[in-house]
């Protein structure tokens, strides 16, 4: 679901009721991953069972669902479903008002997995390399 073409296009009418399709996102996101039914607004993350490995798969499902970044250190810091809903949904503004086309960028997040992933590549060949030389 892309929440922003949403807004802009006014099947979503009102920034709070952007807000309630943010939250009600959220809380799906923390029942799936923490396996819980009932979680509230303010209840905190760490509170409900979180913990910090699993901030990374949050990451990641905030970032498909969203189509923004979200960086660990913003889930560390943003803890409620309340907390978080209202940053991503300062991030959406933002990026409505600097267009589509340019992505927001979080404070360290901003190697890719694919990046990560190439750079173990590329440190394996080279550990292969010395041990054969």
């Given at each position: 679901m892309d929440f922003l073409d949403d807004f802009q296009n006014g099947r979503i009418a009102s920034i709070s009721q952007l807000k309630s399709h943010i939250e009600v996102e959220i809380i799906t996101i923390w029942k799936e991953?923490?396996?819980i039914?009932?979680?509230g607004?303010?209840?905190?993350?760490f509170d409900v069972g979180g913990y910090s490995l699993l901030?990374?798969?949050i990451?990641?499902?905030i970032q498909m669902r969203f189509n923004l970044k979200v960086s660990v250190i913003e889930l560390f810091r943003y803890?409620?479903?309340e907390s978080l809903s209202e940053l991503i949904l300062d991030k959406l503004k933002n990026q409505a008002s600097l267009g589509k086309e340019s992505a927001i960028d979080?404070?360290?997040e901003d190697v890719s997995e694919t990046n990560l992933n190439n750079k173990r590549k590329m440190m394996m060949n080279r550990r292969k390399k010395k041990k054969s030389d």
């Open positions: 991953l923490l396996n039914e009932k979680i607004l303010k209840d905190n993350f901030l990374h798969q990451r990641r499902k803890t409620t479903v979080s404070d360290v």
